[in-house]
């Protein structure tokens, strides 16, 4: 009963509450015994961690929960931890171990026939992919993903591939394609009430009026996607503001991408690079 209630805590973004639900039921099942159920709330954890971006606790709650589930033979639960653990190597730029667990879960998925979970193995896949340069084989693989998702009516599933393939449109440049696909998950994790979600697609959003020469409007989008993250204890927003920030206000932008770099090091994020090499060609004294 409390792994379930962790969850739905969970999809309300109450990351918080979730994780310290889930942790009373670790406890729970550590005492009884009951390592399905171990291996089950370790995998939660797992993704709650995920969710607000501490990615070297989700790979040590995955990497239990991994070897809990072969230990028992569960081909369904290693497969859906493959998956997890996948993502979360990828977040943190370890690109040829999580391919690899990706494609293992994907395979995996399809020979037990879990449609459910090869729909979310093709879109980590096709994200792993976007990340990599293989821009046609992602655009192909979140398009089955999105398929699948559609005709399984998992409308979340839906949102995150809707938000993916805005995010590989925009990269390519096919920007009104890539708006229709951000406003329809924007509905999405409205509707399902996905606040994570709405942040991070309205980050996307920002980016995307930056481009298209409408800073007042990407500043805004950012301010917003800004506070919902700090409430749900996700980041992203504080490097866009800094750029739209950046010609009017230096200092101002100088204070966000200086908070936004000490995140992404904290996380252990893939973005910390290019952020860091950002910072210290603002911190360069003007000519």
Same mark, same amino acid.
């Given at each position: 009963?409390?792994?379930?209630?962790?969850?739905?805590?969970?999809?309300?973004?109450?990351?918080?509450?979730?994780?310290?639900?889930? %942790?009373? $039921?670790?406890? &729970?099942?550590? #005492? /009884? !015994?009951?390592?399905? =159920? *171990? @291996?089950?709330?370790?995998?939660?954890? +797992?993704?709650?961690?995920?969710?607000?971006?501490?990615?070297?606790?989700?790979?040590?709650?995955?990497?239990?929960?991994?070897?809990?589930?072969?230990?028992?033979?569960?081909?369904?639960?290693?497969?859906?931890?493959?998956?997890?653990?996948?993502?979360?190597?990828?977040?943190?730029?370890?690109?040829?171990?999580?391919?690899?667990?990706?494609?293992?879960?994907?395979?995996?998925?399809?020979?037990?026939?879990?449609?459910?979970?090869?729909?979310?193995?093709?879109?980590?896949?096709?994200?792993?992919?976007?990340?990599?340069?293989?821009?046609?084989?992602?655009?192909?693989?979140? %398009?089955? $993903?999105?398929? &699948?998702?559609? #005709? /399984? !009516?998992?409308?979340? =599933? *839906? @949102?995150?591939?809707?938000?993916?393939? +805005?995010?590989?449109?925009?990269?390519?440049?096919?920007?009104?394609?890539?708006?229709?696909?951000?406003?329809?998950?924007?509905?999405?994790?409205?509707?399902?009430?996905?606040?994570?979600?709405?942040?991070?697609?309205?980050?996307?959003?920002?980016?995307?009026?930056?481009?298209?020469?409408?800073?007042?409007?990407?500043?805004?989008?950012?301010?917003?996607?800004?506070?919902?993250?700090?409430?749900?204890?996700?980041?992203?927003?504080?490097?866009?503001?800094?750029?739209?920030?950046?010609?009017?206000?230096?200092?101002?932008?100088?204070?966000?991408?200086?908070?936004?770099?000490?995140?992404?090091?904290?996380?252990?994020?893939? #973005?910390? !690079?290019?952020?860091?090499?950002?910072?210290?060609?603002?911190?360069?004294? +003007?000519?």
């Amino acid at each position: 009963m409390l792994h379930e209630i962790g969850r739905i805590t969970s999809a309300k973004s109450e990351f918080s509450d979730a994780m310290r639900v889930q %942790e009373r $039921a670790l406890v &729970l099942y550590r #005492e /009884l !015994g009951d390592r399905n =159920g *171990e @291996a089950r709330v370790l995998s939660a954890l +797992g993704r709650l961690r995920e969710m607000i971006e501490d990615y070297p606790a989700s790979a040590r709650f995955q990497e239990q929960a991994l070897a809990l589930y072969a230990g028992l033979d569960d081909d369904w639960g290693e497969a859906r931890s493959l998956h997890d653990l996948g993502r979360v190597k990828c977040a943190v730029g370890e690109y040829a171990v999580g391919g690899e667990m990706l494609e293992q879960a994907l395979n995996r998925c399809r020979e037990l026939g879990d449609r459910l979970g090869e729909a979310r193995s093709c879109g980590a896949l096709g994200w792993h992919r976007h990340e990599t340069g293989d821009h046609a084989t992602a655009l192909l693989l979140e %398009e089955q $993903a999105l398929a &699948l998702f559609q #005709e /399984l !009516g998992q409308r979340h =599933g *839906e @949102a995150n591939a809707c938000h993916a393939l +805005g995010v590989m449109h925009t990269a390519a440049g096919a920007h009104p394609e890539a708006a229709a696909l951000l406003n329809r998950a924007l509905a999405l994790y409205t509707e399902i009430g996905d606040r994570r979600g709405v942040a991070q697609v309205l980050n996307v959003k920002g980016a995307l009026l930056a481009i298209s020469a409408r800073p007042d409007e990407a500043l805004a989008a950012y301010r917003e996607a800004l506070q919902i993250a700090m409430d749900v204890r996700s980041q992203g927003a504080l490097e866009g503001i800094a750029r739209c920030e950046a010609q009017a206000d230096r200092a101002a932008a100088l204070t966000n991408l200086r908070q936004a770099v000490a995140i992404y090091r904290r996380i252990g994020s893939t #973005e910390a !690079g290019a952020a860091e090499a950002w910072l210290e060609e603002l911190e360069e004294p +003007g000519p």
